[in-house]
């Protein structure tokens, strides 16, 4: 069975300043990973995911991440926060074969203006 | 404008009473999952159909909860009787895993029980 594990249940960070969210996954098969975003009230959004090829992927907002198999991880970064970037972050896990998607903890990401 | 969409938005209830709660997919997807969002155990898948068969409700508390594919376009989830500790918000969402595997989410029912 697949899991996944956010380490930093809450980040503040002051605006303009880099971050780093941090997801370590588990399967002993070959996975698909995602990162999502929660705004207050909503439900969740698609910011990013890793299915095969390049290891490094973006999202149209400036946040990257990095699969990387043998740290088992797949960290979410930015360069520089804006306050609208404040919401919850939420990685996942699927397997290939199979649909279900396991979702981590969530990162609660507070901008500092 | 695809989208999943989930009703109601918002529901109060007394503890014992039905709830159901409905999703309409995005059209064309097979795949749908219900999951439950608390401030303690945060996102718990509870279960999840693929082509309206059910595939894993083991995430479930079978005695009050059911949940069915009528049809390809709606999905329900019944919680008969209630209980303040079901208070949750609870997210449909569906995906097309021959296309690609992510999962599309709806804006959720947030149930209250008192």
């Known amino acids: 069975a697949q899991s996944v594990t956010q380490l930093d249940s809450q980040v503040p960070v002051f605006e303009e300043a880099p971050v780093e969210l941090r997801c370590n996954y588990s399967?002993?098969?070959?996975?698909?990973l995602f990162w999502y975003v929660q705004y207050p009230n909503q439900g969740l959004q698609l910011l990013l995911k890793?299915?095969?090829?390049?290891?490094l992927v973006e999202s149209i907002n400036g946040f990257e991440a990095e699969f990387n198999k043998s740290q088992t991880s797949f960290h979410l970064r930015k360069p520089s926060v804006h306050i609208s970037d404040t919401a919850e972050y939420f990685c996942?896990?699927?397997?290939?074969?199979?649909?279900?998607?396991?979702f981590g903890t969530g990162t609660r990401l507070t901008i500092i203006p | 404008d695809a989208r999943v969409t989930q009703t109601p938005r918002h529901k109060v209830t007394e503890m014992g009473q039905e709830v159901t709660m409905r999703c309409q997919p995005i059209?064309?997807?097979?795949?749908v999952f219900w999951y439950r969002q608390t401030m303690m155990q945060g996102l718990e898948l509870l279960a999840y159909f693929r082509n309206r068969a059910p595939l894993d409700d083991s995430g479930m508390p079978k005695d009050r909860f059911s949940a069915e594919m009528p049809d390809a376009t709606l999905a329900t989830l019944k919680i008969q009787p209630s209980e303040p500790r079901d208070s949750a918000v609870y997210f449909c969402?569906?995906?097309?895993?021959?296309?690609?595997?992510?999962?599309?989410f709806g804006q959720g029912t947030r149930l209250t029980v008192v």
């Open positions: 996942a896990v699927s397997v290939f074969g199979n649909e279900k998607l396991t």
């Open positions: 969402a569906s995906g097309l895993r021959e296309v690609t595997p992510e999962a599309f």
């Open positions: 890793y299915l095969s090829g390049s290891t």
């Open positions: 399967s002993s098969v070959s996975v698909y």
């Open positions: 059209l064309g997807h097979n795949t």
